[in-house]
């Protein structure tokens, strides 16, 4: 397991800060008030180890498939429904939704190689990211990835708690399938838009793996 550079800044600011209140909390308390400033201790290495945990970077044996659909990001399948897609094709597509959790790995992979056509990165809310409007109102970076099996479009959302959306997937990279493309900060939501004709080989409810579970087969 290594940590994801984007936890360096956030992992050390957390240790001075962590540092420095238990410091002045020892200095500050008397023996009487000993256990106040044990159980900040405890607390505050918690809250470390949390934030540790959620920049992890595990050592994953991946899929590579050409005519498979790779989970992009870890956590739970929330909705699996054909819509209308109105930000990049205009048609109707399979939306796959995966919902992260706070203890989920954030960083995300292609799930198909192919060449970033479309990249784009909309402003917006901040709602619980299993709301059903999350998708089209929160704030949210596309990319569009083509191969000859087709386009599919893949979305990162922020959730309540996530601030932050890093997006690698620069228009014109060709990405490899489980490659990294980005990282969404502090819980949130990955959404694939797949062809009609796409053959769905997860659940709802179902628990995925980035880079490992299948979601899809294109016919």
Known sequence: MTIHREGYKIIAVSILIFAA???????????????LALLILI???GLLIFIVLFFRVP????????????????????????????????????????????????LNRAPVSGTVVYNNYYKGKYLVAW???SSTLNERHSIVLENSNGLILVKQ??????KRICNYALPGRNLKQGEEFGFIKFGSRVDV????????????????????TVLASFN
Request: glycine share 6%; hydrophobic share 50%; with cysteine.
């Open 59 to 106: 050592n994953r044996n991946l899929t590579f498939e050409e005519n498979k659909i790779i989970a992009p990001a870890d956590g739970k399948v929330v909705v699996i429904e054909e819509i209308i897609e109105t930000e990049f094709f205009n048609d109707r597509r399979v939306q796959l939704s995966i919902f992260m959790s706070p203890v989920n790995v954030h």
């Open 21 to 35: 209140i238990n410091m002045l909390s020892f200095y500050f308390f008397n023996d009487d008030m000993r256990w």
């Open 157 to 162: 959302i922020a959730g309540a708690l996530a």
């Open 43 to 45: 607390a505050g290495i």
């Open 131 to 133: 709301h059903p409007k």
């Open 193 to 212: 838009l797949l062809p009609l004709d796409a053959k769905i080989e997860v659940k709802l409810g179902q628990m995925v793996k980035c880079g490992i």
